[in-house]
C-alpha cells in the first residue's frame, strides 16, 4: 500500500497536516508553473528553493497548503520540504507585510547606527521584530549581514538596498510604504510587493515596463576592491575628521557621489556615524569636547 506525501508528513509527527489543497483553478495555474521551473533543473527536486518562492508569491507566506504542494510536485515528503522551507530566511512562515523592512544589526551596521535605527523604528511603527503593522504593509525585522557593509547602515525592503541610513531617514521610507508613495532602492527597480518580489524570485521575468532597464548597479565603494585588482586605480584614502592621519593628508575628505551615481531619495548623508548617539563621532562626543 502506498502512501501519499502529505500522509507521510503525518507519519512523521507534522501537526495539522494534511493540508487543505488549492482551489483547482489556482492548482492549475500553479501546476504549470511549477512544471516550467523544474523543467530548467536535471534533477527535479533541484527546484524545490524556487518552488518555495512560487507557492510564497500566490498567499504572501508559505503555508502548509504551498508546502503540500511543491512535495506533490517533486515527489519528496512534505517533512523534506518543511526541513528546507523552515532553513532559509527568505521564507515566511506567517502572515506578513506587503514590504519586508529589515534592518542589519550586524557588528559593522550595528556600530554605525543600525541598532538605533532599529529601535527608532520599532517605537514608530509599533511593533516588534517580525511583527507587522495593523495595516498589513509594514513587517520589521532585523537581519544578518547582507554583504553591504561598504554602504553602512544598510535598510533592506524586500531583499532590495537602502544605503547609508539614518533613524530620520528611515522613518521617512517606512511612511512613504504605508502611505503608497513611489520608492526607488539605492540600486535596481523600484520597489514591488513581497508577493511579486518573490515571484521573481522564482525565476519569471519582471513584467514591469521598464523595470528591467532600472536594474542599475553596485556603487562605487563596492567596486573599489575590484578596480585595484585589475591595476585601474589606487583606493581613494578615506580618513574621517577626527582620525589622526597623516598631515599631509586631508582630515576630512569623505566620498562624495558623482553625478552619474544613482542615489536613492531615500539615501542619508554620507556621514551616518552621527546617527549613532554612543559612537565616538556622534554628537555625545561633540558635547562632551
Known amino acids: 500500500m502506498t502512501t501519499s506525501s502529505s500522509e507521510r508528513g503525518v ?61 506533490d510536485m517533486l515527489g519528496l515528503t512534505t517533512a523534506e520540504v518543511t526541513a528546507v522551507a523552515t532553513f532559509y530566511t527568505m521564507y515566511r512562515r506567517k502572515p506578513s507585510g506587503d514590504y519586508q523592512v529589515g534592518v542589519c544589526t550586524n557588528t559593522l551596521c550595528a556600530v554605525m547606527g543600525g541598532d538605533a535605527i532599529f529601535e527608532e523604528l520599532q517605537e514608530h511603527l509599533g511593533v516588534g521584530n517580525g511583527e507587522t503593522t495593523d495595516d498589513g504593509k509594514v513587517t520589521l525585522e532585523h537581519i544578518e549581514c547582507n554583504a553591504a557593509c561598504d554602504y553602512a547602515p544598510v535598510v533592506m525592503v524586500n531583499w532590495e538596498f537602502f544605503d547609508n541610513q539614518t533613524p530620520g531617514s528611515a522613518k521617512r521610507l517606512v511612511d512613504d510604504l504605508r502611505e503608497g508613495r513611489p520608492v526607488q532602492p539605492t540600486r535596481g527597480a523600484r520597489l514591488c510587493t513581497f508577493k511579486e518580489t518573490a515571484r521573481i524570485l522564482a525565476g519569471f521575468p519582471d513584467e514591469r515596463p521598464g523595470a528591467v532597464e532600472e536594474g542599475g548597479s553596485a556603487g562605487p565603494a563596492s567596486l573599489v576592491g575590484l578596480r585595484l585588482a585589475r591595476g585601474e586605480a589606487a583606493p581613494a584614502r578615506v580618513v574621517h575628521p577626527r582620525d589622526g592621519g597623516p598631515q599631509d593628508e586631508p582630515r576630512d575628505r569623505v566620498h562624495e557621489p558623482s553625478p552619474t551615481e544613482h542615489l536613492s531619495s531615500h539615501d542619508a548623508p554620507q556621514e551616518t556615524s552621527a546617527s549613532d548617539p554612543a559612537h565616538p563621532a556622534g554628537p555625545a562626543a561633540e558635547e562632551g569636547e
Open 11 to 71: 507519519s512523521l509527527g507534522m501537526p495539522g497536516l494534511p493540508a487543505p489543497a488549492y482551489p483547482d483553478d489556482v492548482r492549475a495555474r500553479l501546476e504549470a508553473d511549477a512544471r516550467e521551473v523544474i523543467a530548467r533543473y536535471p534533477d527535479s527536486r533541484s527546484a524545490l528553493l524556487p518552488l518555495l518562492h512560487l507557492v510564497q508569491a500566490e498567499e504572501g507566506h508559505v503555508t502548509r497548503t504551498g508546502m503540500r504542494f511543491c512535495a
